[in-house]
């Protein structure tokens, strides 16, 4: 299909942000404090060498996905595990593998690194659960938040 898949790079700034305003958009939170995104960024470009990101990039190197990971510890096992927290890809280019492509770039980063997880969570109508159930096994846990914020995350 085209779709090509490699690290999150300060150059990408522009689309990520057009992204992620796509993805608080979808998620309902389009007016997250701009302090917070711009946290987000500095995370992912650098600033914690735990949270970082992929993007996918369709057949004319326009970026057109997002995924953003979070390495950890884990009471359960030896090795690190990876929390996949955000996957986004526009709604103009869904359906082009870009979704399944990030999943598998995070899958294959974890490999390598020879972490023993990778896990993440959506909201339950979310659409890409279809994907989801094809490249992972859901499992039966809930997830409780007590906010200490001004929101849930």
Known sequence: MGVTVRTLRASDESCWRELWQGYLTFY???????????????????????VFGFVAQ?????????VHVVEHANTWTDKQICYLEDLFVDPAARGQGAGRA????????AKA??????????ATG?????LYDQVADKIDFVTYVRSLGDRNV
């Open 28 to 50: 309902e939170y389009p007016d997250l404090d701009p302090k917070v995104t711009d946290h987000t960024w500095s995370m992912l470009t650098g600033a914690r060498p735990d």
């Open 58 to 66: 369709d057949q004319n190197a326009n970026v057109i996905g997002l």
């Open 102 to 109: 990030l999943i598998e770039a995070v899958v294959n980063h």
């Open 113 to 122: 690194n020879d972490w023993g997880q990778v896990y993440w969570r959506t």
């Open 126 to 130: 979310n659409p890409a659960r279809k």
